[in-house]
């Protein structure tokens, strides 16, 4: 497959992308991936996850997300080479299991194409295997501007999600709070009337007490 068809699959503009760092690893995978992965900087992570989960094949995401490892640790290795860091590494791809396999890797596709396309810094380590061994770089390569701005997108996704995570905390705990309250008034009413009844008896007896004395006084 050439430059040009695999643009052409993947619904992108061959001139004005033609100078974009990520376009040559498009050529390599599925044409409806790359088409989605192209939007990378235009559409938040969780989209990008979501159409390739909603709209392409679980074993084509797969396959791509094969490709994209591979081209990974063709980076990393560069980074290693760039830092001087003369230890060796050994990456090894998580095998994905269970029902959230399919979103799993397509998570796995985006991370390792934003990070193939120099879009963000760091190797993702969330897809490799307890087998791996992975050698930190302490003087990475510094992310593109428009990594910068992924990397922004994507902690406003994630402080979004935790917003609503707490207020759907606060939410239930204020539900909690008024339904205490209410029986706290319930028993307070509860208890009210039982010592009302009480008062009412013990008047009752000190009354026929009286009576009872009276009853038995001499005129």
Not at 117 to 138: D, M, Q, W
Not at 187 to 209: F, W, Y
């Amino acid at each position: 497959m050439d430059m040009q068809y695999c643009k052409m699959a993947a619904g992108v503009d061959i001139e004005s992308d033609m100078s974009r760092n990520y376009m040559p690893i498009l050529q390599d995978i599925d044409g409806q991936v790359a088409q989605i992965l192209a939007d990378c900087e235009s559409r938040p992570r969780g989209d990008i996850v979501e159409s390739l989960v909603d709209d392409v094949d679980a074993d084509v995401v797969i396959e791509a997300r094969n490709v994209l490892f591979r081209a990974a640790q063709s980076r990393y290795d560069e980074q290693l080479d760039t830092a001087g860091i003369d230890e060796q590494a050994r990456l090894c791809i998580k095998t994905r299991k269970g029902d959230k396999a399919r979103t799993a890797n397509a998570r796995d596709v985006s991370d390792l194409f934003l990070y193939v396309a120099e879009l963000t810094g760091s190797f993702p380590r969330e897809v490799l295997s307890c087998n791996s061994k992975y050698v930190e770089i302490h003087d990475p390569i510094l992310p593109t501007a428009g990594a910068s701005a992924q990397e922004h997108l994507k902690d406003l996704v994630c402080i979004q999600r935790k917003l609503s995570e707490l207020t759907e905390v606060c939410s239930v705990q204020k539900r909690r709070i008024d339904e205490l309250e209410h029986e706290l008034k319930a028993t307070k009413v509860a208890k009210d009337t039982e010592v009302q009844q009480i008062n009412h008896r013990l008047d009752s007896i000190i009354e026929g007490m009286k009576e009872h004395v009276r009853a038995h006084i001499p005129p």
